[in-house]
């Protein structure tokens, strides 16, 4: 599809306003066409006439025409505004709805900076198009073709004479072409740029901590040369065409000057006409000019359209197939038969074959980079399986509404994000409409209504972006408090407590184990300590299962987990590594517990 084509998806809604451009454009037009004529008419009958008694007639509709022309290009430029911002709301729109589609995927493999230029500066080079250069491009037709009109009614020769430069025009107009390559690589170094202060405003603590500001001082100043030797080739190609088109343009007036004069004094033309000509030249001029700004305009437009709709394009992989679940209730059995799992080429699962029971809790527990959070990925469907399969409530997740399930689904990320809001909001962010009373309810059950209450504002202190303003674990309590406010059958707490001192982990197993009794708790930890009550342990390292069951059980097997256990810290990352063999059991795992 054309980006044209492309573009009329989203002008088609305000053909009401596209049509009263246009016909605002032809009165515009002929407003401005009116007075050349009415000066010609001017110079033959009153000066050269001696009708001076018409002269405050022609006077009264040269500023007639003057206000309706004024007047007809306010109302145009109204309908194109409405129709470029309106166009222009709607695809932002469209591109946010998709970015909240996309899965995780797709944000793997995107800069943010690059994504937030298409949402900035890409849609506003499609909106300065629609409501800059599409008004334009069509006035300068008019203007053309009355001109031309106008001018051969006057002479057909002069007219003809001043095609001797079409030429040139025509030439210089298709070297332009190369222009929007320039357009282009002016975008991908200014998406660099966008990318670069992104992350150095996000990662801006890292920076100072690593004392990397002059490396990233470096890395910024190189993307900003890149745009800068990009804006200037750019400069260079317009160069090359820009002052021999305006030249070529300009040579008009001299043809005119040489031509229409000899006419003149020879008698083909009077005094009127001249006038008249010479009124109506720019006419013939200012397109040529203007459709220098028009092209290059639409290769900008060009240019910003693919970079859009390639994100319009992008299809989310995780979608819902043969739903068979949807608005209904989840009691929570989770089920891995077989799963297997590549983030790409890389092979990080392999063969994971467990089961939990509706309100057991299952520790996942292992070493660094085992695997742990993909575990859980797979559950909340932020990615699909490989091989095998996740059921819940024997149902494979593929056939249940993805909506449905999440809903049933709270998830205490490991990467902890807080919105710049209140801590209130942020808690209640799974379920708007909470009560204050429910929001403190969960906050004692993390153990965060005490610090919450130490600050400032209390629950409506506002924190800021990525809750910057907390200590890592006040974030994990926070997090844990939105997850629990949301009630959900299965609760995912991945490294959640991790930051929070023995006590307090203490204090929210016990309530998790009291109140959230008959929720399904997935707990993902490196320490023993937050995971020796679940009914099921699997033990993780390098994607496979390598020990599991309970505590007991597994203190019985005398194997890793015991050898962690009883190494001094009990925690996966500060104990030395795993010595067996891959894989620990071939066998279906299936039963669970
Ligand atoms: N988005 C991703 N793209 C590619 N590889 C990934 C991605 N996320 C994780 N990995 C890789 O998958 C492996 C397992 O990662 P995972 O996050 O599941 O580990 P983990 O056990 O949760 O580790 P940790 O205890 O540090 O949180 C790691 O080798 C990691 O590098
Ligand atoms: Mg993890």
Known sequence: MSSLKWLFKYLKKYKWAAALALIFTLLQVLFVFAQPLLLGSFVDHVIKGGKFNLLWRYASFLICTLVLKEASTYIKQLCCERMSQGAILNLRNTL???????????FDHSRTGDIMARLTEDTEAVRMFISGSIPSFVLQICYIIVGFTVMFSVSIKLTLSLFVIAPFVAVLSFKWQSVRKSFMLIREASSEINSVTQENISGNRVVKAYGRENYELEKFEKANKKYFDKSMDYCFAWMKIGPPMNFCVSMTNVIFIGYGGYMLMKGALTMGQ????????????????????????????????????????????????????????????????????????????????????????????????????????????????????????????????????????????????????????????????????????????????????????????????????????????????????????????????????????????????????????????????????????????????????????????????????????????????????????????????
């Open 96 to 106: 946010f709805d998709k970015l909240s589609k996309l899965d995780a995927e797709f």
């Open 274 to 593: 001249f006038t008249t000509v010479e009124g109506i030249l720019w006419c013939i001029v200012q397109p040529m000019a203007a459709f220098v700004n028009i092209v290059m305009q639409y290769h900008r437009f060009v240019a910003s359209s693919i970079k859009i709709r390639k994100l319009e394009d992008a299809e989310p992989k995780i979608k819902n197939h043969k739903v068979l679940i949807k608005d209904t209730f989840i009691d929570g059995k989770i089920e891995f038969k077989n799963v297997s799992f590549a983030y790409e080429d890389k092979k990080v699962l392999k063969t994971i074959n467990f089961s939990v029971k509706p309100g057991q809790t299952i520790g996942i527990i292992g070493p660094t980079g085992s695997g742990k959070t993909t575990v859980v990925n797979l559950i909340s469907r932020f990615y699909d399986v490989t091989e095998g399969a996740v059921y819940i409530d024997d149902v494979n997740i593929k056939n249940i509404d993805i909506t449905t399930m999440r809903k049933h689904i709270a998830f205490a990320m490991q990467d902890i994000f807080l919105f710049s809001d209140t801590i209130e909001a942020n808690i209640a962010y799974g379920v708007p409409g909470a009560s204050h009373e429910d929001v403190v309810r969960v906050a004692k059950a993390a153990d965060a209504h005490e610090f919450i209450m130490n600050l400032s504002d209390g629950y409506d202190t506002i924190i800021g972006e990525r809750g910057v303003g907390l200590s890592g674990g006040q974030r994990q309590r926070l997090s844990l408090a939105r997850a629990l406010l949301k009630n959900p059958s299965i609760l995912i707490l991945d490294d959640t407590t991790s930051a929070v001192d023995m006590e307090t982990e203490f204090f929210i197993q016990n309530t998790l184990n009291d109140e959230y009794s008959d929720k399904t708790k997935i707990i993902i930890a490196h320490r023993i300590s937050s995971v020796k009550n679940a009914d099921l342990i699997l033990v993780l390292n390098n994607g496979y299962i390598i020990e599991w069951g309970n505590h007991e059980q597994l203190i019985k097997e005398n194997g890793y987990y015991k050898s962690v256990c009883f190494d001094q810290l009990g925690d996966f990352n500060k104990a030395p590594g795993y010595k067996g063999n891959y894989p620990r059991f071939n066998v279906d795992f299936g039963g669970g517990i």
